[in-house]
């Protein structure tokens, strides 16, 4: 069986595998992604937001326990992001999104509470169309026997969810971001999971709606029907209906943030 690596949770929390996974950041030690796995929440939790000055470095080694050598570098790896500013002799600054952000520094920036404008939030939904479209069809096209028991697997899990009238938000990722695995193309699974990660806030609130996750399990299954059967053209078609009702909803947040509810 293919062992796909599914980033799904923020640093230091437990993937849809029950393994632990963090977010990849290129030549970041365990003690730097550790620190920042503890600097994310801090900002988090204190809502700082785009152009709010953050703690000194003494002030962070201080509260983390850490050397300063070791602030600075996780630091330096979150300015490299563009997650955060250094402004000589004025302190450190939570920075806003910016077009030239790496794909990294957007989810975290998501991660922490710095939502994005209309016009991002409008290309995001379009190019996941894209790439869940483009998606199934490969997987109803290369799907292996293990893929199928992984959706059915998943399935299985929701309808429990549904029953106990929970919430499915994890699962409904976990569905999508196994339909993408079945493609056997992992770089594709890395961007696709990019934009769970970037929603996941969001997800859960469009299913507190109970009337949501029995129309998405329905559609999930048809999907899942379609990629077994090896029907690529039906698992379009499934797909394209599924995304048309999540999509109506993001339009719909987009026109009550204009209206200022």
Do not use: C
Request: aromatic share 6%; no cysteine.
């Amino acid at each position: 069986m293919r062992s796909a690596q599914i980033w799904y949770y923020q640093f230091g929390r437990t993937n849809l595998r029950g393994r632990q996974r963090v977010i990849s950041i290129p030549a970041i030690g365990e003690e730097r992604s550790g620190l920042i796995g503890r600097l994310l929440p801090f900002i988090a939790h204190h809502r700082l937001n785009a152009g709010d000055r953050l703690p000194s470095e003494r002030e962070l080694a201080e509260r983390f326990s850490v050397g300063r050598g070791a602030v600075r570098e996780a630091l330096a790896v979150l300015e490299t992001l563009r997650i955060i500013e250094r402004r000589p002799n004025s302190g450190i600054y939570l920075r806003s999104v910016e077009r030239q952000s790496s794909i990294e520094a957007i989810v975290l920036q998501a991660e922490l509470g710095i939502p994005l404008t209309e016009a991002e939030v409008r290309e995001v939904v379009e190019l996941r169309r894209i790439l869940e479209m483009q998606a199934v069809r490969l997987a109803a096209e290369r799907r292996k026997p293990e893929d199928i028991q992984r959706l059915d697997e998943i399935l299985d899990r929701t309808d429990g969810v549904i029953a106990a009238r929970g919430n499915p938000a994890d699962e409904d990722a976990a569905f999508h971001l196994a339909m993408v695995e079945a493609t056997g193309n992992h770089v594709f699974l890395r961007v696709v999971n990019a934009f769970y990660l970037m929603s996941r806030s969001r997800r859960r609130a469009y299913f507190a709606d109970g009337n949501r996750a029995p129309l998405s399990q329905r559609q999930h299954r048809a999907m899942r029907n379609a990629v077994a059967a090896g029907d690529p053209d039906a698992a379009e078609a499934a797909m394209g209906g599924h995304l048309r009702g999540v999509e109506s909803y993001w339009m719909e947040l987009l026109e009550r943030r204009a209206r200022g509810n």
